[in-house]
């Protein structure tokens, strides 16, 4: 027993576990929940409440969570984390009224999304290839996307999230047998701050606070965030509503896009150490408009389809490689997991905005008007990126 366990310790194995069984039950709580709740009896308006509370939360949250991990340990508090989904999970399967199931769905949705960021850089600190790990994260969304549907229909509405449950309880057992590069220097650094706040010389969120290129960025994040989180809100419902597509076919096409992130993971070595921030910052932003262009200017419908294959998820997925190597280059190394959940509350932030602002818009010109909503604040970001001055940070070596 002792040898199997010293054999499955860090290998590729943990991390694969890890990757997969996380992102399946990440899809499989988030990809049928405004379904789910309009099934149980509640309206639009409480369906959209309970989103928007979930996120708002979880936008609040994050620089807390960042806190505790840099304080206390990455293993202890993400342990802690992943445990208390299990719990809200199964809490939101037998909640009896509506304040719970939000309160339930907002403790869940907040923690999958404070464990995110690590799970994120844990990629680019394993003993692996970073594309050959994030890989299985993308195969795992995917598959859960498909599985939420099929469980839904096939067993019980409640049953993707008792499936939640058991996904990320598999989800555990990867992370206990993980031992990134991450954990090596982690209590290094938390002796390096309680050293330095006895010698009064500790780094504080004050000094990220005024970090004026991490400031800067947060703005990007924000507008890039407002971009993409709308296009996946509304995406779905364009297909369906505005085009006519079957829902059911729509839901293939949008599981198979997301499978066209993999090619991005598996070359992510090749180019992701070579080519600077900032291109790769006008490059994510750049594939942005081409993802709402057509819907925003009305184009046929084999190249809505077409560009929806190419353009959904390669923006979403560079950026969050970008970001993981911004934040490296330009926050200090005692604070990246804070820096992290930082600029992950202002992506919260900006999705929440987007959100809100794109649905009054569609009710009020339809969707068309939205996406060119969309097309002209990724313009202003695509600005914003040019006066960006930011270090190539190819000297990081994080996806190598």
Same mark, same amino acid.
């Given at each position: 027993?002792?040898r199997?366990?010293a054999?499955?310790t860090?290998?590729?194995l943990?991390?694969?576990i890890?990757? =997969? ?7 499989l ?5 405004s379904?789910?709740? /309009?099934?149980k009896?509640?309206s639009?308006s ?5 989103? @928007?509370v979930?996120s ?5 949250t ?9 304080r ?5 508090v993400n ?12 809490l939101f ?6 304040? /719970?199931t ?10 999958m999304?404070?464990?995110?960021p690590?799970v994120e850089?844990m990629?680019?600190? @394993?003993?692996? #290839?970073?594309?050959a790990?994030?890989?299985?994260? $993308?195969?795992g969304?995917?598959?859960g996307?498909q ?9 019980s509405?409640?049953a ?6 058991i996904?990320?309880i598999?989800a /555990?057992?990867?992370?206990w047998?993980t031992q990134?590069?991450l ?14 706040k006895?010698?009064g010389?500790g780094v504080?969120?004050?000094d990220?606070?005024? #970090? +004026? +290129?991490?400031l800067?960025y ?10 993409t989180?709308?296009a ?9 509503d505005?085009?006519? *597509?079957?829902a059911? $076919?729509a ?5 198979v896009?997301?499978? =066209?992130?993999?090619p991005l993971?598996?070359?992510s070595?090749?180019? *992701?150490?070579?080519v ?7 490059v994510?932003?750049?594939?942005a ?5 057509p ?7 084999p190249?809505? /389809?077409a560009l ?5 998820h390669?923006p979403?997925i560079l #950026?969050?490689m970008?970001?993981m190597?911004?934040?490296n ?6 604070q990246q997991i ?8 202002c992506q919260?932030f900006? $999705? ?6 794109g649905?009054?818009i ?9 996406f060119?909503?969309l ?6 970001g ?5 006066f960006?001055?930011?270090p @190539?940070?190819?000297?990081?070596k994080?996806?190598?």
């Amino acid at each position: 027993m002792e040898r199997l366990l010293a054999r499955y310790t860090n290998s590729y194995l943990s991390y694969v576990i890890l990757f =997969l069984f996380y992102d399946i039950a990440f899809a499989l709580f988030s990809s049928m929940i405004s379904v789910y709740l /309009i099934g149980k009896g509640y309206s639009a308006s409480e369906v959209s409440l309970c989103i @928007s509370v979930a996120s708002l939360a979880a936008m609040i949250t994050q620089p807390i969570i960042g806190g505790l991990t840099e304080r206390f340990g990455m293993r202890l508090v993400n342990m802690v984390m992943f445990g208390l989904t299990c719990a809200s999970a199964a809490l939101f399967v037998v909640s009896p009224g509506f304040w /719970i199931t939000v309160g339930a769905y907002s403790l869940m949705y907040l923690l999958m999304n404070g464990v995110n960021p690590v799970v994120e850089r844990m990629a680019t600190s @394993s003993p692996y #290839n970073y594309g050959a790990i994030r890989t299985w994260g $993308t195969i795992g969304f995917a598959l859960g996307t498909q599985l939420t549907g099929i469980i839904y229909d096939g067993i019980s509405p409640e049953a993707p999230y008792i499936f939640v449950i058991i996904t990320m309880i598999m989800a /555990i057992v990867g992370f206990w047998g993980t031992q990134p590069r991450l954990a090596e220097t982690e209590a290094a650094n938390i002796e390096d701050v309680s050293e330095g706040k006895e010698a009064g010389e500790g780094v504080s969120i004050k000094d990220l606070l005024t #970090n +004026k +290129k991490f400031l800067y960025y947060l703005l990007l994040q924000i507008i890039f965030c407002a971009v993409t989180g709308a296009a996946y809100s509304f995406t779905p419902s364009a297909l369906t509503d505005y085009l006519g *597509m079957e829902a059911s $076919t729509a839901s293939t096409v949008l599981a198979v896009a997301a499978l =066209l992130e993999i090619p991005l993971l598996l070359l992510s070595s090749k180019f *992701m150490d070579k080519v600077a921030n900032k291109t790769l910052l006008l490059v994510a932003f750049g594939l942005a408009v081409v993802q709402v262009l057509p819907f925003a200017l009305g184009m046929a419908f084999p190249v809505v /389809i077409a560009l929806t294959f190419l353009c959904k998820h390669p923006p979403v997925i560079l #950026n969050i490689m970008t970001n993981m190597k911004v934040v490296n280059t330009i926050v200090d190394p005692r604070q990246q997991i804070t820096g992290l959940a930082i600029v992950k509350a202002c992506q919260n932030f900006g $999705t929440i905005v987007s959100n809100n602002i794109g649905g009054r818009i569609v009710d009020a010109s339809g969707y068309p008007a939205m996406f060119l909503f969309l097309l002209a604040l990724t313009a202003v970001g695509l600005l914003g990126v040019l006066f960006f001055r930011v270090p @190539s940070g190819n000297d990081k070596k994080l996806f190598s």
